[in-house]
């Protein structure tokens, strides 16, 4: 059990580095900075020509470090106080209580490194020097306010300062080398901005209308594909870093070498199992690109603004494909709300005219049929209509949450709830079952759309397991189109309230005791067995902005934790991720499918969220709080971390959808996809993924090459199987870059795939001081 503290107190550590890193950069903001950055160069250029060349001092440097205990690396510099203090503290805390070991994390998890006392001293002398060389300029800081200033000024503040903030903090990443105060000449920015605005509205324009049959173009569709012949953006070679940049990177490093040894992975790839044979592979990569970056933000737009036409007409060179014959996942959509309004409206209406006198409902101690209870409601199946339904978010939910969970019942009576869009009520779920199924028939139907259902597990008893799987196998919800997550509210006080449980082990034996039990022996569950094999992952869910008592190391073990208030999300995740790393052991050892862990994250609240499911999730729903934290969206960024955002659902509830990253977290190349969240509350038409889709692509003016690379990515961050993902988007999907795709599945030009990976190769050896090792293949 103190393992698991000593985890929580990690990643503790890491959210406090992150904020000193973070509030690093905005140090670096000042100009005062930048002369600094000059001086320095002078020096630097002094010690090379006293013969001691940087390179040669920075393998250096490497080596002392590796040498302090498994590239664990102890920040010294004057220019991180924060990370110091909160190293010294952790240092305390161990002798307390002697070395800690770390033998009951799940086997296969490596072990955690801790922080060793006096082993700074052996980096005396380049911290010296550093720190007498680059001083920071504004006053340091306590952690917490780092993040308070940017998120004070969050919800008032225009969005163009954010962009600013960010911009500053890109450019610097890639160029504060010593040539920085060059690189910010009038000139560059002024082509800067015009390629930024200019590039929109020509390729808008060029893009969807006035294409014409032209003989040229038709001429180029003919010959060899696009990417014989696209502008490829020079890269310059990389500036050598600054110490400080050098300490900086080294942070990043440990944070994505640290998610990678959290992170569940199955020890062999699903590509590796499972070989399919077929002929068509896509074109191998080409030559590399040449030189010269700009800010990273605005290669995107330099990008298009070289490409755009060439990208455009690779598409047209895909034959049959277009944005609408593509396959995209709807990655993130609760299930109770998966139905539109006119769709569930419809479905009672059928329901009252059909079944009037079924049973369905026990209340005040009698049974009611479906006419009696509209009777009690006094409702008659012609007066309903949407706006009686009442389930729709409007302007009363922005920012409360409490009330858009109200929202959630039909007619504002949690009557029709409990009748309609329950699993375990007195007909045993059938309507639920049935309106399923015509969901299921409705995504069929439309061939080219799946989805990913997000269904309840509460944990309250462990029967809830059988219940929901008897639930799923007796109504035969099964469709090639769909897969299942498990969503886990987090509500440990209100149970605890209510007398269900006594500890928060109780929630934790109800959720996870039934799948290790079933993994172990399928014949003691085989309806779950069955059910388990169309489960692909694992979510938490509940209001993030609700305030938490912060983690602490203090904190009680999941058996202890018998006290009234509910534990904080990273509290949650953390217990939620071993189970399920264990879990996935397990299966995997028994060749059986796994479940990964994929929970909301970001959508509000504390910014230490975002960097708990940085370590332990594989990808998360939402993410928008990434936006306050530069670092932390640079290393998801890095670490490629699947975000599935809903804009429209946001829009209702926390963020207006201007205002909404999701076209920055684009651009700059995260790996994002667009998903509905909640259709019944959110959207008006019969396809809300399209609604999605197209309400973005008008607002933010994305192209058609930028809705398919968004819905390949949708395919990737999905949890179908291998055998469909082959055949979605291509058969060597698992490779990165252009070589992984296929144009002919997903319509996305090679150009495209190529500048994201050549643009992220670069990121990362910036990072790892030029010595990533880059695997070849996606998620290894
Ligand atoms: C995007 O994220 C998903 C997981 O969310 C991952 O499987 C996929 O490999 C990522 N894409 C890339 C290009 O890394
Ligand atoms: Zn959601």
């Known amino acids: 059990m103190d393992t698991y503290t000593v985890h929580l107190a990690m990643a503790a550590l890491v959210g406090a580095s992150l904020v000193a890193v973070s509030a690093y950069y905005m140090h670096r903001k000042t100009l005062s900075q930048l002369l600094e950055f000059a001086k320095t160069v002078e020096r630097e250029r002094e010690d090379i020509s006293e013969g001691e060349s940087l390179q040669h001092s920075m393998k250096r440097r490497g080596q002392l470090s590796r040498?302090?205990?498994?590239?664990?690396?102890?920040?010294?510099?004057?220019?991180?106080?924060?990370?110091?203090?909160?190293?010294?503290?952790?240092?305390?805390?161990?002798?307390?209580?002697?070395?800690?070991?770390?033998?009951?994390?799940?086997?296969?998890?490596?072990?955690?490194?801790?922080?060793?006392?006096?082993k700074s001293g052996g980096r005396g002398t380049p911290v010296k020097r550093s720190a007498s060389l680059i001083r920071p300029t504004t006053p340091k800081s306590p952690s917490a306010s780092a993040f308070e200033s940017i998120e004070g000024s969050d919800d008032e503040d225009d969005i163009i300062d954010n962009s600013k903030l960010d911009d500053t903090y890109l450019h610097t990443n890639g160029n504060a080398g010593p040539n920085l105060p060059d690189r910010s000449n009038a000139n560059g920015e002024a082509i800067q901005i015009a390629a930024s605005s200019m590039i929109r509205t020509h390729s808008i324009s060029g893009d969807l209308h006035g294409v014409q049959p032209d003989p040229i173009a038709a001429d180029i569709l003919r010959k060899e594909p696009e990417h014989e012949n696209f502008a490829r953006l020079k890269i310059s070679p990389s500036e050598v870093p600054s110490p400080d940049e050098v300490e900086v990177y080294v942070v990043l490093q440990e944070c994505l070498e640290m998610r990678k040894r959290y992170v569940f992975k199955e020890a062999v790839a699903p590509w590796e199992k499972e070989v399919i044979s077929d002929p068509s592979t896509?074109?191998?990569?080409?030559?590399?690109?040449?030189?010269?970056?700009?800010?990273?933000?605005?290669?995107?737009?330099?990008?298009?603004?070289?490409?755009?036409?060439?990208?455009?007409?690779?598409?047209?060179?895909?034959?049959?494909?277009?944005?609408?014959?593509?396959?995209?996942?709807?990655?993130?959509?609760?299930?109770?709300?998966?139905?539109?309004?006119?769709?569930?409206?419809?479905?009672?209406k059928s329901k009252l005219r059909k079944e009037p006198d079924e049973v369905v409902i026990f209340r005040d101690g009698t049974y009611l049929t479906l006419k009696e209870v509209f009777e009690s409601l006094d409702?008659?199946?012609?007066?309903?209509?949407?706006?009686?339904?009442?389930?729709?978010?409007?302007?009363?939910?922005?920012?409360?949450?409490?009330?858009?969970?109200?929202?959630?019942?039909?007619?504002?009576?949690?009557?029709?709830?409990?009748?309609?869009?329950?699993?375990?009520?007195?007909?045993?779920?059938?309507?639920?079952?049935?309106?399923?199924?015509?969901?299921?028939?409705?995504?069929?139907?439309?061939?080219?759309?799946?989805?990913?259902?997000?269904?309840?597990?509460?944990?309250?008893?462990?029967?809830?397991?059988?219940?929901?799987?008897?639930?799923?196998?007796?109504?035969?919800?099964?469709?090639?189109?769909?897969?299942?997550?498990i969503q886990i509210p987090r509500l440990y006080n209100v149970y605890k309230e209510m007398g269900i449980v006594t500890s928060f082990q109780n929630i934790l034996d109800n959720i996870f005791i039934p799948l290790f039990e079933v993994t172990v022996d399928p014949d003691s569950h085989p309806q779950l067995h069955v059910f388990l094999k169309q489960i692909v992952g694992l979510d938490l869910v509940d209001d993030e902005s609700k305030?938490?008592?912060?983690?602490?190391?203090?904190?009680?073990?999941?058996?202890?934790?018998?006290?009234?208030?509910?534990?904080?999300?990273?509290?949650?995740?953390?217990?939620?991720?071993?189970?399920?790393?264990?879990?996935?052991?397990?299966?995997?050892?028994?060749?059986?499918?796994?479940?990964?862990?994929?929970?909301?994250?970001?959508?509000?609240?504390?910014?230490?969220?975002?960097?708990?499911?940085?370590l332990t999730a594989h990808n998360i729903a939402h993410g928008i709080n990434l936006r306050k934290s530069p670092v932390l969206q640079y290393l998801y960024y890095l670490a490629q971390i699947g975000l599935a955002m809903s804009p429209l659902s946001n829009n209702s509830l926390f963020l207006d959808y201007h205002?909404?990253?999701?076209?920055?977290?684009?651009?700059?190349?995260?790996?994002?996809?667009?998903?509905?969240?909640?259709?019944?509350?959110?959207?008006?038409?019969?396809?809300?993924?399209?609604?999605?889709?197209?309400?973005?692509?008008?607002?933010?003016?994305?192209?058609?090459?930028d809705l398919c690379e968004i819905a390949r990515n949708?395919?990737?961050?999905?949890?179908?199987?291998?055998?469909?993902?082959?055949?979605?988007?291509?058969?060597?999907?698992?490779?990165?870059?252009?070589?992984?795709?296929?144009?002919?599945?997903?319509?996305?030009?090679?150009?495209?795939?190529?500048?994201?990976?050549?643009?992220?190769?670069?990121?990362?050896?910036?990072?790892y001081l030029g010595k990533a090792i880059i695997p070849e293949e996606v998620d290894k």
């Open 547 to 614: 305030p938490e008592r912060r983690p602490t190391k203090h904190m009680p073990t999941p058996d202890q934790w018998t006290n009234v208030f509910n534990p904080a999300f990273s509290y949650y995740a953390y217990y939620c991720y071993a189970n399920l790393y264990t879990l996935n052991k397990l299966r995997e050892s028994k060749g059986m499918t796994t479940i990964k862990f994929r929970p909301h994250s970001g959508e509000a609240g504390d910014i230490d969220h975002l960097a708990t499911t940085f």
């Open 67 to 118: 040498r302090k205990g498994n590239g664990y690396y102890r920040r010294g510099s004057a220019s991180l106080p924060d990370v110091t203090v909160i190293s010294g503290v952790i240092d305390g805390e161990e002798k307390r209580n002697g070395p800690i070991h770390v033998d009951g994390i799940p086997a296969g998890l490596p072990r955690l490194h801790t922080l060793h006392e006096g």
């Open 282 to 348: 896509p074109k191998p990569n080409p030559n590399p690109f040449f030189y010269a970056s700009e800010g990273k933000s605005d290669k995107f737009n330099l990008h298009l603004m070289l490409n755009v036409d060439k990208e455009f007409l690779a598409q047209k060179s895909a034959p049959h494909r277009d944005f609408y014959n593509v396959r995209k996942v709807d990655t993130h959509v609760h299930h109770s709300a998966c139905m539109n309004q006119k769709h569930l409206l419809r479905f009672i």
């Open 379 to 485: 409702l008659t199946g012609y007066d309903l209509n949407v706006d009686l339904l009442d389930v729709h978010a409007d302007k009363s939910t922005f920012h409360r949450f409490d009330k858009f969970n109200l929202k959630y019942n039909p007619c504002g009576q949690s009557r029709l709830r409990e009748i309609f869009l329950k699993q375990d009520n007195l007909i045993q779920g059938r309507f639920l079952g049935e309106v399923t199924k015509q969901v299921f028939s409705d995504l069929a139907a439309s061939k080219y759309q799946m989805a990913e259902y997000r269904i309840s597990i509460y944990g309250r008893k462990q029967s809830e397991w059988d219940q929901m799987a008897s639930w799923i196998v007796n109504n035969e919800l099964y469709s090639e189109n769909v897969v299942w997550l």
């Open 659 to 705: 205002r909404n990253p999701f076209p920055m977290f684009f651009l700059r190349g995260l790996n994002v996809s667009l998903s509905t969240d909640d259709p019944l509350q959110i959207h008006l038409t019969k396809e809300p993924l399209v609604e999605e889709y197209s309400v973005a692509a008008s607002v933010w003016k994305l192209s058609s090459c």
């Open 714 to 767: 949708s395919v990737y961050q999905s949890g179908f199987s291998h055998a469909l993902k082959s055949h979605w988007i291509g058969t060597e999907y698992y490779k990165r870059g252009p070589a992984g795709n296929n144009i002919h599945r997903t319509n996305v030009p090679h150009i495209r795939l190529e500048f994201r990976d050549r643009i992220w190769r670069e990121e990362m050896q910036l990072v």
